[in-house]
């Protein structure tokens, strides 16, 4: 697991370890604002590293501060019942989920509140933002500004036990009464760092030139994840992040083992995008994004990336759920419960619960520091503790084991020395932990586990001191996204046979751990320990109920009953081919070991245009060249399944595409708009900006005030062609320092497929691509629109633009 270390880059730029060489004054700058009476403290925002650390003096009235302001949700016992039915088989509201919209009219702060706040802050002259799901208000503005709109004193700290610096407030938040009965917390008042970066690894050995380490054949074979007869075609995974990643190392990732699936795309929270320059963090990005690829291949993965601070945590919690996007999170980053802020813990579960109500299943890693989860933190290895967002009521934390294989296959597990676990101190032991080894009122981590310890660790391909190459890594952060990729597996079989998602998963694991299904669901880990708990039989505060035995645990989930040892066999048809409109017919055969059943077929990844038949004829006309990964299933009733996977290569044959560029007056050079649809004054021939060539282009955005334009034309793309949208950028601005004030986004049919900020500002233009194969046969809209804020200009300048096809 890797411990999210909160704003390091930005504790540095502020605060190097000398505070004399920052002007810091030892004596008070400014006198703490005063305080009225019918101010109301906020509980729980003040670090608890402040205890331990040194005052160097006041941070600068002037320096820029950015917090995120969370609000209460309403009618909280409403949605309390809410998501306890809609996990709960029997309830007639199983499955229901709510989409973002029906969260936020029932569950949300009211607009009215929103807007109160929001008037209370740009009253004390800061800028404000809010979430998309109305849940956090972002506000922006000076130390000074700051402390009158929170009645704080933003101190220079110094850790001598880190060696690192930071600011913080010295005092509790206030607000004014009307404020503070809408507001669940202030995250961003401190920029400190309690949690280290840190891999697990066997050793600190050079990377390598070939794998060493299991690969998605052992870990797929040791879990059965290769018998649940699905490869994550349509499911969508949400990676956490706080780092980047190189997407060629993920690229030789998927060459070496033999996979291919959906591009990994990034999402830039608050604007962050490390992938130009990924950080220390980028071994933890690329392990999460290649782990769920070795499990799941087809599914779509969505790296939200997010500023290192708590306002970025919970900027990206109320994103990912206000986005809808995907059914499965799984986060590798966290930190010890007693070393980070309540307030900011409970902003972001409340979009946990929002992500449980709209069927998000959320996977996170236990820890790697064993029972004493703040040892390399500032409350230090006396404490028992465990790591949050593993704790949290709404997610499944997952511990860590040492697997052992017979070749390809489950051999034993043992526990992992270090694996995180033990008791929240935080959240109250929710009504569905129950079974053989639960104790206790308060929430208890592990729920499940699965491969961590280094000694047994995987194959990674990711950057090494000086170039990337093959690494062995672990760590609790290994098992969250593997059991993330499996659940995305499950997904794709649910929706198959018409279920729900698996939405909050820790009620129905628990209901198949305490039923006749466990023994043949996970394998109970009982041998092992960490500093305080031992493995046990049952559930263990080590490995939780233990690791999946994925067929039988997605029989089981799905509704159904443990095979009894059954084995269905898919002939394998070998690799087919094919061509666009001309129709299809193949029968597929199989056989079961168990006398008088009757197969059912089901098929993943087929080509477009083609489906698979319950007696297992594949049949219909594919409609787009491709070559596609197929993998059919046979089904017997006992709930026993066999598999087959194969190559269908569909060409154009005699319908083959034409090469052509479908965008009109896509350099701007008619001096008009259309048939873009734009702003006022987007079209532009001034020399102020530069065209690319010739002289007209589109600048937007550049008024140094609040400004909103856009930039679309509908185009559509011939079947069975390949797309690529192409245009060139320049992003000029006054804007300083690292963070994105003023922001572009590309979407296509509302879909982001590239963002920029005035971080991404440089001299010339460059030319930025986008795939758009998948859109073929289709209408597609291309949008860009560009927001700047209250001050200081940023110019989005976009010119030569083109859909080519061929």
Known sequence: MRPRPLALAAAIALLPLSAVSLGITTAQAAETPNVSTSRVALPNTVTPAVAHSQKQGDVPAAQQISVAVSLKLRNTADLDKFLADVANPHSASYGQYLTPEQFTARYAPTQADVDHVVAFLKAQGLTATVSANRQVVDAKGTNAQIAQAFGTHESAYYDASKSRAYFANDNAATLPADVAAIVQGVSGLNNETVRTARLAKPNASAPMATPSGYGPAQYDGAYNLNKVGADGTGVKVALWEFDGYKSSNLT???????????????????????????????????????????????????VYEAPNSDQGEIDMAAKIVADNQVSVISISWGGCEPDTTQSSMTAVDNSFKQAAAQGISVFSASGDDGSRDCTRSTSGSSVKSVDFPASDTYVTGVGGTNLALSGNTYSSESAWSTAGGGVSTV??????????????????????????????????????????????????????????????????????????????????LYAIANSTNYGTTFHDVKTGKNQDFSTKTGYDQVTGWGSPVADALTTALLGGTSTGGNTVTVTNPGNQSGKVGTAVSLQLAGSDSASGQTLTYSATGLPAGLSISASGLISGTPTAATT?????????????????????????????????????????????????????????????????????????????????DTVSQAVTIPAGCKATFSFWLHVDTAETGSTAYDKLTVTANGTTVKSFSNVNAGTGFTQQTVDLSSYAGQTVTLKFTGVEDSSLQTSFVIDDTAVNVG
Not at 267 to 273: E, F
Not at 282 to 295: K, P
Not at 428 to 457: C, E, F, I, L, Y
């Open 427 to 508: 959240f109250s032991k929710p009504s569905w932990q129950t079974g053989t080894g639960v104790t206790g009122t308060m929430r208890t981590v592990p729920d499940v586990s699965s491969n961590a310890d280094p000694n047994s660790g995987f194959a990674i391909y990711t950057q090494g001191t000086s170039s990337p190459g093959w690494q062995v890594y672990g760590g609790t952060s290994a098992a969250a996204p593997l059991w993330s990729g499996y659940t995305a597996l499950f997904n794709q079989k649910a929706k198959a046979a018409a279920k729900p998602n698996l939405g909050q998963a820790n009620p129905a």
């Open 628 to 708: 596609a990964t197929v993998t059919v299933t046979a089904t017997d009733g006992t709930g026993a399944t066999g598999t087959a996977n194969f190559t269908f290569t569909v060409t154009t044959g005699s319908t083959g595409c034409t090469p052509a560029q479908l965008l009109g007056n896509a350099g701007f050079e008619t001096g008009t708009a259309a048939p873009w649809t734009t702003s006022a004054g987007v079209v532009d021939n001034s020399s102020s900006e530069a065209a690319h060539s010739g002289s007209w282009k589109a600048w937007m955005d550049g008024y140094g005030s609040a400004h909103t």
């Open 252 to 302: 030789t990732y998927d060459t070496q083992f033999g996979l291919s699936g959906p591009t990994v795309t990034t999402v830039p929270v608050d604007g962050q995008n490390y992938d130009s320059a990924p950080g220390e963090g980028q071994g933890e990005v690329e392990l999460d994004s290649e782990i769920v690829r070795g499990v799941a291949p087809k599914a779509t993965q969505l």
